[in-house]
T-cell receptor, first 116, second 113 residues
């Protein structure tokens, strides 16, 4: 079965530190890739997405992600985090289900805590 | 605000009961997706409807069912509730295709006592 792995479960950074959150998936076919963010008490919001083209994708709030096909990875980065980036971050990959249809498979999430 | 609305925000009920969660997609979106988010299982895809028809099924229990109505709103019915069904239930909607960009609603927090 397809899976999405986010190895960092909880990350604590100081403001202005650089961020990189890992995301790896196991799927050999064509993928669409997403990062979502969930601020405390709120719903999931789309940060960025990759469907095709330039593997370096820029999203909202200064986030970017790089798709490396050979490594099955889609890591999220931000050069300088702010306290307001404290949230849970979910990587998601569109995968082919047994029915032949595609659906989003989410990673387990990474909780980012930014200390002022 | 994503444009996806869900009611109620919170629901507290007892084991064995049945509840209905409601979702209204963004204007113009034909697809509705339901997800369950719990501490131990993470975010799990349950089911997708597209223009009134079931399109894809994920890890949805037989005690759970959903439907999408002609006005495109959707309802998720959870029956014979168990303690383990306590979770956040999110609805998302998208425009076209099976996995277009999905926009999530605020969720319904279900507590089963």
């Amino acid at each position: 079965a397809q899976s999405v792995s986010q190895h960092n479960h909880h990350v604590i950074l100081s403001e202005a530190a650089s961020l990189e959150l890992g995301c790896n998936y196991s799927y050999g076919g064509t993928v669409n890739l997403f990062w979502y963010v969930q601020y405390p008490g709120q719903h999931l919001q789309l940060l960025l997405k990759y469907f095709s083209g330039d593997p370096l994708v820029k999203g909202i709030k200064g986030f970017e992600a790089e798709f490396i096909k050979s490594k099955f990875s889609f890591n999220l980065r931000k050069p300088s985090v702010q306290w307001s980036d404290t949230a849970e971050y979910f990587c998601a990959v569109s995968t082919l289900m047994d029915t032949g249809r595609r659906a989003l498979t989410f990673g387990s999430g990474t909780r980012l805590q930014v200390q002022p | 605000d994503s444009g996806v609305t869900q009611t109620p925000k919170h629901l507290i009920t007892a084991t064995g009961q049945r509840v209905t969660l409601r979702c209204s997609p963004r204007s113009g979106d034909l697809s509705v997706y339901w997800y369950q988010q719990s501490l131990d299982q993470g975010l799990q895809f349950l089911i997708q409807y597209y223009n009134g028809e079931e399109r894809a099924k994920g890890n949805i229990l037989e005690r759970f069912s959903a439907q999408q109505f002609p006005d495109l709103h959707s309802e998720l019915n959870l029956s014979s509730l168990e303690l383990g069904d306590s979770a956040l239930y999110f609805c998302a909607s998208s425009g076209v295709g099976f996995v277009d960009t999905q926009y999530f609603g605020p969720g319904t927090r279900l507590t089963v006592l």
